[in-house]
């Protein structure tokens, strides 16, 4: 109270939380919103009508438990995959952030250390912070790329206890090649390194971009992360998964609380599986609209980073908060990740797009 500045200060917080902000993307109401990558097309008539009917049909049962294995769930994400994946090799939560803060409950913590390379996803060290895990950020190259043998060096450096490798890269955007997956994965064999590639945007990639599922045989310590959050539309209904070798997800019986994923949410999820191809028939259009940013901003003289994903990072030759509250005062909401120069867009639909691409030219004319 008497301290206005932080009113968490008069609270006996845990040191290692005092002074700390929380994750916080502004949710502000705009016409526009191209800030935290969702899928800005609004859930097809015949998903919502099916969602509707599964969470009806488990409506009547919610005076008991879910099913705490949501078994028929796994299968369905399993048949999605392919890859010759059963339900053993799958597991679920409540958003791949808590799939993440999961696998550091489970091989991180206390003593122990995550590394990932910076820049990359922010919720990353929060989630660290939060179990007790020490966060390493590691380096990339000038222009944000992340090389095999780099990467490796750096695993063996620090020899952590788990990695994550987001790709494609959140902010950047582009994916990783699978010979540095493979690379520290080679490095973290000394010290049984946990290996997390986070593909929260998989779909979105550029054709020819394997998955890092493709490595998973063989490799019992590999993690491939995904979400229904991005491509599949479905942000509010939080549902995050993964595929790795069976012990993996059975190690994540030990920290999940019990029944973690609710019985709605288990059915909502089961709709949009037998539905996915009407979900993700806006990938395509979504990847049309970004390549168009990816395009257009380098016809305006800016420098956009190479997208597999369903956003784009560009460097925007100006002062990026000064660009971000002009392109807000247009009615466009993006993202300032906090990298000097550098914005963050989402690519919307069409009309989403070109109102960006609108405001952007306008401010560029002001200047
Ligand atoms: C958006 C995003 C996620 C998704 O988080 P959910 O909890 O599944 O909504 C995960 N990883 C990255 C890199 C992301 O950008």
Request: net charge negative; proline share 6%.
């Amino acid at each position: 109270m008497n301290s206005p500045a932080d009113p968490l200060a008069t609270l006996p917080l845990r040191d290692d939380l005092r002074g700390m902000s929380p994750y916080g993307a502004p949710q502000l109401q705009v016409e526009v919103a191209l800030n935290t990558n969702e899928n800005t097309h609004p859930v097809p008539a015949d998903v919502v009508d099916a969602i509707g009917e599964r969470v009806r049909s488990v409506a009547a049962q919610l005076n008991r438990y879910p099913d705490r294995d949501f078994t028929e769930l796994r299968r369905a994400l399993a048949n999605y995959l392919g890859h010759g994946l059963t339900e053993q090799n799958i597991w679920a939560a409540n958003g791949s952030n808590e799939i993440l803060q999961q696998i550091l409950q489970a091989f991180g913590g206390p003593g122990r250390s995550v590394l990932s390379f910076v820049p990359t996803y922010s919720m990353y060290p929060l989630l660290a912070l939060g179990t007790g895990t020490e966060f390493i950020a590691g380096r990339r190259e000038p222009d944000f790329s992340l090389g095999a043998e780099s990467a490796a060096r750096q695993v063996a450096e620090h020899a952590p206890a788990v990695v994550f490798l987001c790709s494609p890269n959140n902010p950047t955007g582009t994916a990783l090649d699978l010979d540095v997956v493979d690379a520290v994965y080679e490095a973290g064999e000394a010290h049984s390194t946990v290996v997390v590639v986070d593909e929260a945007y998989a779909e979105f990639s550029r054709s020819g971009t394997p998955s890092a599922l493709t490595l998973l045989e063989g490799r019992p310590r590999l993690v491939v992360s995904r979400t229904m959050s991005k491509a599949f539309a479905l942000a509010g209904a939080r549902l995050g998964y993964f595929a790795a070798a069976a012990p993996v997800a059975d190690a994540m019986r030990l920290v999940r609380l019990p029944y973690h994923l609710s019985s709605v949410t288990q059915a909502t999820a089961l709709a949009a599986l037998e539905h996915h191809e009407s979900l993700l028939a806006t990938v395509e259009e979504i990847k049309t609209q970004r390549d168009r940013i990816v395009a257009e901003l380098a016809a305006l003289g800016l420098t956009p980073a190479t997208s597999d994903s369903n956003f784009v990072f560009f460097a925007c030759g100006q002062d990026a908060p000064t660009l971000w509250q002009g392109l807000l005062d247009e009615g466009v909401l993006v993202r300032d990740v906090g990298i000097p120069g550098h914005l963050r867009v989402t690519a919307g639909t069409e009309a989403e797009t070109t109102a960006f691409l609108t405001a952007v030219r306008a401010c560029l004319h002001r200047e």
